[in-house]
């Protein structure tokens, strides 16, 4: 099977009669790599995800490959697509591990065997640092712990679309670069289509091939990190004053310096 793709056109999703995104297309996202959807609060990221997720009615089409996704029930969208939302459930009465091996069993349609499922569950938590955890209830864990978990879920699935809503923003340095490294990796190695929303636009221009820059519901940039991201588009978009530069190890730094 080749690297899957990502289509969507002619979009339009909205609360009630209220519009928020509307007839919007992007060229393909493949699989293999990282798509980063960033842009200012309220733009819409959100719901774009939300609506990719199949959990926002939406008009237009979302193929995946040659699977139309809008057609699909949530339970058929929840076989190619795992969605990690912002905010995640405080009262859940599993263990980390319990919550991980059920996030697979629940993925799968084929059988796999008890010993299978507790190693892969357990290889999950281990990528994430936090196989010390598996016995620890999720309410008990802090919100850093508890998003940890969370990815550990998500990533546990092997979806073909892994949408990631903000996964870092709980994090420390360390687990905020861990992750995005994971993430960056399971897209390689697994050749699956991520797209993740991020605040944070240099960590999004690191680890990110593509940047999707959404504006009230609009695209206003989409490329690669040094095409999407420019001072102009900074200012633009977000109204702040911005450098965006090479270091001396060949990444891209973004320098804000100030809001104008
Ligand atoms: N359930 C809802 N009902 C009505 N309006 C909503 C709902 N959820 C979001 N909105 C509105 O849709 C718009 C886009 O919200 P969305 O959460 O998609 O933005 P976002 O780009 O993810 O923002 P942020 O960066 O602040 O998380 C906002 O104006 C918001 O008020």
Known sequence: MG????????LSVGYGRRKIIENLSLPAI???????LI?????????LLRALAGLV??????????????????A??????????????????????EATLSALMSARDDAI?????????????????????????????SGGQRQLASLAQSIVREPTVLLLDEPTSALDIHHQLRVMQLV?????????????????????????????????????????PDEAITPATLARVYKVEARVERCSHG??????????
């Open 30 to 36: 493949a699989g293999g790599a990282v798509t980063a």
């Open 57 to 74: 009615p939406a008009k237009g089409s979302i193929h995946l490959d040659d699977t139309e996704l809008t057609s699909l029930s949530v």
């Open 3 to 10: 690297t899957p793709k990502l289509s969507i056109e002619a």
């Open 113 to 141: 065997s008890t010993a299978e499922a507790h190693e892969r569950a357990l290889h999950a938590l281990d990528r994430l640092g936090i196989a010390d955890l598996a016995l620890r209830g999720l309410d008990e864990l």
């Open 76 to 97: 058929g969208h929840a076989r190619h697509v795992t969605y990690m939302p912002q905010a995640l459930p405080q009262r859940v009465a599993l263990t980390v591990f």
């Open 251 to 260: 990444t891209l730094q973004v320098i804000v310096d100030r809001a104008v």
């Open 184 to 224: 960056a990796e399971v897209a390689r190695e697994r050749g699956i289509i991520v797209v993740i929303v991020l605040h944070d636009i240099a960590q999004a221009a690191r680890y990110a091939q593509r940047i999707v820059l959404l504006e009230q519901g609009a695209i206003a940039a989409d490329g690669p």
């Open 39 to 47: 842009g200012p609060n309220a733009a819409g990221k959100t719901t």
